[in-house]
């Protein structure tokens, strides 16, 4: 692959930002010299180290079905065709079609209450012993399990990557390549906000560095920018006002959907969950990794969908039903070193548990206003425009690169190899530490 094929790739990973730049610098070669001196000083970091990070260059990825669906062949002695194990509703198919010699239903899976007792088994013609028929009820229910765990893995990652890039993992590798210049700040902005969240107490950096601001403006000076495509990952007022009316109707309602839909999962997690409104500070046995991935994707719909409204010129209908934000669980101990600091909880937290529900306002549920938005962040003292609770967040000043940091669960270390053994021995991670990795040592404080 060439270098605008790699960087296609990267809209589906996680590469650093830095050999982004790296793949950018080899993609376009009629830089200014103003141009390539900044571009040429940033790629420069990718190549610490030799190039290695301790860090995955990719989301988690669901393991496939490859050993169960063979399993399941051997047991069954059948083919079934061509079956992509990484694919869950292909596994299922697959699992219905070998198990129609037991006449299993996968819509019954449970072990002590739907298998087929003897006479059952008769009248459906399943002319097989009881541990038999057992062994293969149990392996359909396991390759029923892992399309399930699949799903959930690959639902998960991909609410990660649209927190990060929006709609740019829809980009099609044609269109990608037709604007090398739009290309290059898709997948260099994108990298910036996939960063990893870094244990502090500072606000995170602003993804649009000099690079990405050096990128932007290159697609600014140039007639025929495919700026539909950046406002797939960039819904920022500058970039969504020009687009033309059917273009700007159309990404409307992608992200209209998108709200729609990651506010009923969030839904469906709130009523399952014990989750404090008034603090959002993680509680035991709460899964924050799936809250934060849906709050994270919500909010990028959010403000999308809030993006185009305004550049529509449509943002009256934000008078009658504005859902607000979702703010996303804070670890405990963040917590804890933010009020020995002399902090408190995100103003926007107090707003937050101030206003309905936002699933229940789109649901007709409940009643949120623009007023009523204005009236919780005026008693908080929080600007509701800038802050992003009644319009598109306006965009900060142009943040200074920073090469990045080699991170264990949010801490930063110096040297790369360094956090693989921190990371293998499970420190930072609330967990005990397996000394062993250290030759029995315990670690100093």
Known sequence: MDALDRLHSSLDARLRPEDVAVLVQES???LWPAERAVLRDIAAHGKRWSGFSGMSADYARPVGAARQVAAARSLFEVDGGAVDTDDPISVLEFAALAGAEIRWDPARTDFLTDRLNRESRAAAGVELSKRRYNKRFRMLRRLSAKAGR???????RGLVLFAAAGFAGTIDRDRFRADPDAACFVAYYTARRKLRR??????????FDQLADLLFQRCARRPGTDWPMIALACPTPEVVGRLRPEQLGELLGRWSAATRSVAGMLADLWRSSDIDQATMVVRRGTDSSTWNALAGAYNAARHGWLACLHAAGLSSLLEDALPGKVMRLVAADLAAWHRESGGGLHPDTAVWSRLPLPWEVLDGTARCTQADVE????????DPARAGWTAPRAPGAVARFRPTPELVHGVAVADPLWAMVLRRAHAFSGKPVRTEVFGGQELAD
Do not use: W
């Open 28 to 30: 376009l070669l009629d």
């Open 150 to 156: 699949l799903e959930r893995v690959r639902t998960m």
């Open 198 to 207: 870094e244990f502090t107490l500072a606000s995170r950096e602003n993804p």
């Open 375 to 382: 009236a919780a962040c005026r008693e908080h003292r929080v």
